[in-house]
């Protein structure tokens, strides 16, 4: 029986629209380009001391003075919420402490932070697939094409 859904010039281009290949190593030769990237914008800045703890449960503990910034994203726009070691941003950043549904904290006094260049990447760091990651970003977060 001929499926009637999709014409013979039909493709699914699956994760290939956000430049990713994780087909079988037949279709290596398929040359994409990564097209997401992931930005958070500062909240707030303040100057910890040793001793002073961040996130929930007071997780992280700070170890020197230390100056840390409140980002706008959080497990609520799709980062993975439980880590065993801190989640690495594209940019080099250990989260500190838990993430909350609509923050994270970061060494980091950039007034905008890339949070995800690499699905694959950050896959890793999940132990999940570029898929997982593409998907479970929140409809909601603005997207640009440049």
């Given at each position: 029986?001929?499926?009637?859904?999709?014409?013979?010039?039909?493709?699914?281009?699956?994760?290939?629209?956000?430049?990713?290949?994780?087909?079988?190593?037949?279709?290596?030769n398929?040359?994409?380009?990564?097209?997401?990237?992931?930005?958070a914008?500062?909240?707030?800045?303040?100057?910890?001391?040793?001793?002073?703890?961040?996130?929930?449960?007071?997780?992280?503990?700070?170890?020197?003075?230390?100056s840390v910034?409140?980002?706008?994203?959080?497990?609520?726009?799709?980062?993975?919420?439980?880590?065993?070691?801190?989640?690495?941003?594209?940019?080099?950043?250990?989260?500190?402490?838990?993430?909350?549904?609509?923050?994270?904290?970061?060494a980091?006094?950039?007034?905008?932070?890339?949070?995800i260049?690499?699905?694959?990447?950050?896959?890793?760091?999940?132990?999940?697939?570029?898929?997982?990651?593409?998907?479970?970003?929140?409809?909601?977060?603005?997207?640009?094409?440049?």
């Open positions: 029986m001929r499926n009637t859904h999709f014409s013979e010039s039909s493709v699914r281009v699956g994760l290939s629209v956000y430049g990713y290949n994780e087909l079988p190593c037949v279709f290596d398929i040359i994409l380009k990564p097209v997401l990237a992931l930005y914008t500062k909240i707030s800045t303040r100057i910890l001391q040793q001793g002073q703890r961040i996130g929930y449960g007071g997780d992280f503990i700070v170890k020197e003075t230390m910034s409140t980002y706008d994203i959080g497990y609520g726009d799709g980062l993975h919420r439980y880590q065993e070691i801190p989640f690495i941003t594209a940019t080099g950043l250990a989260i500190l402490g838990r993430i909350s549904m609509d923050f994270i904290s970061l980091s006094n950039q007034e905008t932070v890339c949070i260049d690499n699905a694959q990447e950050v896959a890793k760091q999940w132990n999940t697939i570029s898929y997982e990651v593409l998907t479970s970003l929140h409809p909601d977060i603005p997207r640009r094409i440049i």
